[in-house]
């Protein structure tokens, strides 16, 4: 993962479903654990959320925002 992807999926808006056009950053973590469950797409998509997963889980999302407003 370069900063790159991670850049790309910060800003990526969710394409479908309750939540679409809302940034993958701004999902609620209790969807993103739901997806975790049922398993994250075989795509770019699916990574991404996949990543916001794992930012999320690990409390990095407050360093990930403070890094955008730099």
Not at 7 to 36: C, S
Request: avoid cysteine; glycine fraction near 10%; aromatic fraction near 10%.
């Amino acid at each position: 993962m370069n900063q790159q992807e991670l850049l790309e999926a910060i800003n990526q808006t969710m394409p479908f479903g309750k939540y679409k056009g809302r940034k993958l950053l701004d999902l609620p973590e209790p969807y993103l654990v739901w997806f975790h469950r049922q398993g994250f797409p075989d795509s770019k998509l699916g990574r991404q959320l996949a990543l916001m997963y794992e930012v999320k889980l690990n409390g990095l999302e407050g360093m990930l925002r403070q890094g955008l407003k730099d």
